[in-house]
């Protein structure tokens, strides 16, 4: 029987997420609730599996895992693409790979969590959740800020970046933005002034990056540009981790001259021993940016129509057509 594994289900919500009978009636499906230790990791447990359907780049798919899986013979992704994967090793091999459309609004998902990030930095919502919880109240608290009259700063004005700015408008929040090919008048049109980087990063009280991870994005928040920022100020990030250069993070929050609002890391699943998890001036969660029930329903249906299709012969939504032949 054909062997189905479903990587990264780290919430353990594949299954509730869909019908898998379809592909249960006909396959041996296993659900992996754990990320891998390393590549070493990934090959032992993946090794005996044909069909392999992955979440989003939470198990890095290079050319040298594709390589060590001789039974693989599809591979899934959900959204459009997977930076993390290697296509072109998969098509080498004649591993067909096909991914997941749509989804509607709970694409709005990741700034809904930006918007979330940015309240829970201003008014100290964490902290007063874990005192309220060990029996005080408002002893030892910050004091917090108000947002409206303050200026936010979205870096990446695309999908995302623009409802961002939406929300923050509705909180009477002044909006800048900046990207490498940002115009004046896609600014205007998403209710921001397009401003230089230099410029947004000195003047925001709070930052928000809204970019896709690339080689002209990895790094592209330095040493120097968080020690542009304003003393206070908050960095909001829901995209991915090495946007930001990690360690002037670290040492800026130490410092206690800004405060990070993190979703993202450069490690993910964050090391135990990490030093942001000791940090203070940090608001984090685990990565939950897209991961509500609109997108799991969305990205698990479509991921096994996509197993069933192959089965049949009929694979739907192939990113790697020159693949098919292996058929």
């Excluded at 070493?40 to 060590?68: C, N």
């Excluded at 993390?84 to 591993?95: F, G, I, N, P, Y």
């Excluded at 130490?254 to 964050?270: C, K, N």
Aim: glycine share 8%.
């Amino acid at each position: 029987m054909t062997r189905v594994a479903v990587l990264d289900d780290w919430q353990g919500v594949a299954r509730s997420s869909t019908d898998w009978s379809p592909l249960l009636a006909r396959a041996e499906v296993v659900f992996f609730e754990q990320a891998f230790n390393d590549e070493e990791d990934a090959v032992a447990k993946l090794v005996d599996f044909e069909i392999v359907l992955s979440m989003r780049e939470r198990t890095p798919l290079p050319g040298s895992l594709i390589d060590r899986l001789p039974k693989l013979r599809m591979l899934g992704i959900t959204g459009s693409y997977n930076a993390s994967l290697d296509t072109a090793a998969c098509t080498a091999r004649e591993v067909v790979v096909c991914n997941t459309v749509g989804g509607g609004y709970s694409q709005a998902a990741t700034a809904e969590l930006a918007l979330g990030l940015l309240l829970a930095a201003a008014r100290a919502i964490p902290a007063a959740d874990a005192n309220i919880r060990a029996g005080r109240f408002q002893e030892g608290l910050p004091v917090g800020i108000s947002l409206a009259g303050k200026t936010i700063g979205i870096v990446g004005l695309g999908r995302l970046g623009s409802y961002m700015a939406g929300y923050c408008r509705a909180l009477n929040m002044n909006v800048l933005a900046w990207s490498q090919n940002l115009t004046a008048e896609k600014a205007q049109a998403a209710g921001a002034t397009s401003v230089s980087k230099e410029e947004l990063l000195s003047r925001s009280d709070a930052i928000s990056i809204h970019l896709v991870l690339s080689s002209r994005t990895r790094g592209l928040i330095g040493a120097s540009d968080i020690a542009r920022m304003k003393p206070g100020a908050i960095l909001i990030n829901t995209s991915r981790g090495p946007i930001v250069d990690e360690a002037a993070l670290i040492e800026a929050v130490q410092a206690r001259r800004i405060i990070a609002a993190l979703d993202v890391f450069d490690r993910e699943p964050l090391p135990p021993n990490h030093p942001l998890r000791n940090a203070p001036n940090t608001v984090m969660t685990p990565h939950l940016g897209y991961g509500v029930q609109e997108t799991w329903t969305a990205f698990y249906r479509q991921s096994m129509e996509n197993a069933v299709a192959f089965l049949d012969g009929k694979p739907l939504r192939v990113t790697n057509t020159e693949a098919i032949q292996a058929i």
